[in-house]
């Protein structure tokens, strides 16, 4: 795109001399300086990491674009907008540069959308960007095209210099600056002086920015929206008072590690801001209750509130609530290393806060089962959950939570070392799990691993088109990632049953289980990260991205492993014992989206199983473990195939009156004809017309002997 603008620069320029003086003719002239704001409950990709630098595509204002012209060839009788509906198909830089050469009315259309979000990926794109702007005569007012900045890629080297040629533009709405640590007050006083329209700002990171630069973002960004000063300590709490009292549309606030901001910076957002709709104080070590309550019975619409680490917040932030309200808008709240909170608090926070879907509570070690009891009044609503070294809870409170909210679909335990195997029985049950975190659970056994296998085995009855019951077929699991390091007790036997049964599996920790600590399976392991000692690199074993299936495939062709193969039922796991099967449709597929989904990327996976252990809780001891199966031999190198996996036989699920007993979640269904040839695949809706959980069945019709006839379940 950069390229595009410097080469397009002299052919436009000598365009410039057959070009109307009528402004009308320019669909971008009159081009308001205000993109229309999002809505309130529009996911946001401010806080997003990753340079977003690449599309060129905006928001567009068709005021004066009637264009009169004595050759009507047939194209253009189509009106702007739709040339500008066209052009915002083209998601190539490239294709949209060949347009704007076609003709001038083509390129007067798509030239702001060439430029609405400059792709700053590299220097040579920043000069280029740089020398346009500076042109004394451009053929188009560049500057006023461009809405988002994203120096995000170049943050290494990015400095006051690299900054000024671009503050001629005066429409930038979204301003993104991370990591630029060569940053000053300077340079960013200068962008944002006459960024009027500046919705969002990034400077997390950026060390060099002070008081000065807050003060100029509050005296000239009035309509600011999002902030994100994560790691920014030179910054002052007066500053952000300030900031607070004069830019009241904020909605986002990202205020990590600011261990400089205290209470009445936090009291003067809740106080002038409204509309907040998430507030990240992940360790603002001196932020107290106050503030939390403030936040909480002033926000119109809070949705996230992310409290990690702050060290002073006890139950008095949220046991001081006003009465007989609720906060039905809180979707999220975090509460990790949140050591003071009890019980108590826990209580007071599902009833003020009846419709979360997810409650991180880890590391908060004072709160027990009675705490877990009262989560569970959360009920469908509850999508996450995290109560990692909460080591007070026991299996009773699992099992009331699994039986209340059968709508997990991530739960975090690790390192609660009361739970048994029957906490993982529970869980097993509920129908749309994806992760599990069992960590340093060092209770459970090969039952629970066995558990979480034939869980995708759950029998379900439904009705065809024609009324009739149709039995026979079986959830499909639909975990996707298993924690389960440190878990001691664990053997070969059932992991492999576990990779077998679920094809949806990418994630598959089993750090400092004897049983894996095998040369020929290191090829199929991640690499361990960088800084771990050289003890954590011995016990390393983690299955990640298509190694989980590389490793699925060694296991199954391996003949080091007949033995085990042999002890499934139905004979060897995908060896020659079996009928061929293929499985269709959804039960291998992606998952139906249903309500609620969209919040699960909300909070990250975490992929480093070592987090929130400490240095002595790597320590391994071999001889507690239990010793590898005496019948498997030791290294071996073997190729591998790239054979769907294929779950080993259902067990057999009696019949009453003649129908499978019925479960009682809809799932997506992959119909599958065993043993005549024939293979059939369907998606299905749920009983009573509800739309598929994602949770898919896989239906599988017993082979008929011989002569005997297929039949009919009515």
Known sequence: MIMAASRSQPAATAAGAAAPTDEQDDSRSSSSTNSPAPADNEESDFFLATNDSQSSLGVHNFQDMQVEDTCWPPVNRLPNEILISIFSKLSNTSDLYHCLLVCKRWARNAVDQLWHRPACINWRNHSS??????????????????????????????????????????RVERLTLTNCRGLTDSGLIALVENSSSLLALDISNDANITEQSINAIALHCKRLQGLNISGCDNISNESMINLARNCRFIKRLKLNECVQLQDDAIFAFAENCPNILEIDLHQCTLIGNGPIRNLLARGNCLRELRLAA?????DDAFLGLPPRITFDHLRILDLTSCTRLTDAAVQKIIEVAPRLRNLVLAKCRNITDAAVHAI???????????????QQITDEGVKTLVQSCNRIRYIDLGCCTNLTDESVKRLAMLPKLKRIGLVKCSSITDDSVL????????????RDASGMYVGGEYYASSLER??????????????MKLLNSCPRLTHLSLTGVAAFQRDDFQPFCRTAPPEFTQHQRDVFCVFSGTMVSKFRDFLNTSPLFDELRETYPGGRVG???????TIHGRAQGSTVPVEGDGFEDEMADEENDFEGLDVNDMVVDVQAQNPPNPGVPGAVQNGFGQAIPIPPPPPPQPFQGGIVAAANTPASVATVGHGSRSRQASATHGVNG?????????????????????????
């Open 129 to 170: 960007i740089c020398q346009t702007l500076g042109l004394e005569h451009p053929f188009f007012s560049y500057r006023d095209f461009i809405k988002r900045l994203n120096l995000a890629a170049l943050a290494d080297k990015v400095n006051d210099g690299s900054v000024m040629p671009l503050a001629i533009c005066t």
């Open 482 to 495: 298993v924690h389960l390091s440190y878990c001691i007790n664990l053997t070969l036997k059932s992991i």
């Open 310 to 314: 702050c060290e002073r917040i006890d």
């Open 575 to 581: 060896g020659a014992r079996r009928s061929p099967m």
């Open 376 to 390: 569970s009044k959360l009920g469908k609503n509850l999508h996450y959950v995290h109560l990692g070294h909460c």
């Open 451 to 462: 558990a979480l296998a034939e869980a995708a085995y759950r029998p379900r009855v439904r």
């Open 690 to 714: 509800e739309s598929s959980t994602g949770a898919s069945t896989a239906t599988i019709y017993r082979q008929p002997s011989d002569g005997e006839q297929p039949t009919e379940m009515n």
